[in-house]
């Protein structure tokens, strides 16, 4: 009998099963929303290490859902406000009781709270979201940069903070450096939802009835609003980007071309005159976003 009949079959890992088997499904069905619904967030998320990756999309793809369910597929199958509110009341409930229990059987809820549970982080970040969720139901007509803020904070910062607690994952605690980490984590979620609002002025007004900016009529939008309206997002690309070196490496590098792609959204809206903002939806072609990204991935994740 020669050797090579002597040899044992290479052993093979055993199939996943149960509980580990659905928690595989979930985090591959929260892979699935990402690269379904966001170019410039999930070709970010890729440069991530696999831990961090699955945990940005175990995050976004909760906040997907819910905004879907706000004034998504939701509202185009015909339910009324009301009805999409109590849906939404029932995705909080079901997510604090997974919170609670590591389990649901909702697979978009079930990854998010593993996520959670593993990351350090619970009903503080989620309801400010959920509120904020809850606002957009009805028109939005903000009378105070206050009210503006509250409305940020709960829609876009609590995400950031929702993902650096994921990129802190095994790190000692730090409070002088989780301090300035949590500032340039709502700094840039903010400059980014404020980048939003303003590239759809046009669209959330007419179809929507909401005027996020404080005493911005879109229909007399000027360039002075929207050079404003730019430098402080400009000013909160700026803070955020002082602290993106700091980032582990195995997010650094996501994290910088994210704020680079939405950073040249910002300097294409300035260059874009203030009344056609709202006959158009500036983009950045394909072609730019994959030259911002591999610029960032040269430099090392510097933004």
Same mark, same amino acid.
């Given at each position: 009998?020669?050797?090579?009949?002597?040899?044992?079959?290479?052993?093979?890992?055993?199939?996943?099963?149960?509980?580990?088997?659905?928690?595989?499904?979930?985090? $591959?069905?929260?892979? @699935?929303?990402?690269?379904?619904?966001?170019?410039?967030?999930?070709?970010?998320?890729?440069?991530?290490?696999?831990?961090?990756?699955?945990?940005?999309?175990?995050?976004?793809?909760?906040?997907?859902?819910?905004?879907?369910?706000?004034?998504?597929?939701?509202?185009?199958?015909?339910?009324?406000?009301? @009805?999409?509110?109590?849906?939404?009341?029932?995705?909080?409930?079901?997510?604090?009781?997974? +919170?609670?229990?590591?389990?649901?059987?909702?697979?978009?809820?079930?990854?998010?709270? !593993?996520?959670?549970?593993?990351?350090?982080?619970?009903?503080?970040?989620?309801?400010?979201? +959920?509120?904020?969720?809850?606002?957009?139901?009805?028109?939005?007509?903000?009378?105070?940069?206050?009210?503006?803020?509250?409305?940020?904070?709960?829609?876009?910062?609590?995400?950031?903070?929702?993902?650096?607690?994921?990129?802190?994952?095994?790190?000692?605690?730090?409070?002088?450096?989780?301090?300035?980490? $949590?500032?340039?984590? =709502?700094?840039?979620?903010?400059?980014?939802?404020?980048?939003?609002?303003?590239?759809?002025?046009?669209?959330?007004?007419?179809?929507?009835?909401? @005027?996020?900016?404080?005493?911005?009529?879109?229909? !007399?939008?000027?360039?002075?609003?929207?050079? =404003?309206?730019?430098?402080?997002?400009?000013?909160?690309?700026?803070?955020?980007?002082?602290?993106?070196?700091?980032?582990? @490496?195995?997010?650094?590098?996501?994290?910088?071309?994210?704020?680079?792609?939405?950073?040249?959204?910002?300097?294409?809206?300035?260059?874009?005159?203030?009344?056609?903002?709202?006959?158009? =939806?500036?983009?950045?072609?394909?072609?730019?976003?994959?030259?911002?990204?591999?610029?960032?991935?040269? =430099?090392?994740? !510097?933004?």
């Amino acid at each position: 009998m020669t050797r090579t009949e002597h040899r044992r079959p290479a052993t093979q890992p055993a199939p996943a099963t149960g509980l580990a088997l659905y928690d595989r499904t979930a985090a $591959e069905g929260s892979a @699935r929303v990402i690269r379904a619904y966001s170019t410039s967030f999930g070709l970010a998320s890729r440069l991530c290490s696999p831990d961090v990756r699955e945990h940005l999309a175990e995050v976004y793809a909760l906040v997907r859902i819910a905004d879907e369910l706000v004034d998504g597929p939701a509202e185009e199958a015909g339910l009324p406000a009301e @009805r999409r509110r109590e849906l939404l009341d029932a995705l909080e409930a079901e997510t604090e009781s997974a +919170f609670e229990s590591g389990y649901s059987a909702n697979l978009v809820v079930h990854a998010f709270a !593993r996520a959670a549970r593993r990351s350090g982080f619970d009903q503080e970040l989620t309801r400010p979201f +959920f509120a904020s969720m809850r606002r957009d139901l009805d028109p939005i007509d903000f009378g105070s940069e206050r009210e503006l803020d509250e409305y940020v904070y709960g829609s876009a910062e609590v995400v950031g903070l929702m993902c650096l607690r994921g990129f802190a994952v095994g790190l000692p605690p730090a409070p002088e450096r989780d301090a300035r980490w $949590e500032r340039g984590a =709502r700094a840039l979620g903010s400059a980014f939802q404020r980048v939003n609002f303003l590239r759809d002025l046009g669209e959330d007004a007419a179809l929507r009835g909401r @005027r996020y900016f404080p005493g911005v009529d879109p229909a !007399r939008f000027s360039a002075a609003e929207q050079l =404003r309206i730019l430098d402080g997002i400009d000013a909160e690309l700026a803070e955020a980007a002082a602290v993106i070196p700091e980032l582990p @490496r195995g997010c650094r590098v996501a994290v910088a071309a994210a704020h680079g792609l939405f950073g040249e959204l910002s300097a294409r809206l300035r260059r874009t005159p203030a009344d056609e903002l709202l006959a158009q =939806r500036v983009r950045v072609p394909a072609p730019r976003k994959l030259a911002i990204v591999a610029r960032v991935v040269a =430099r090392g994740g !510097r933004p």
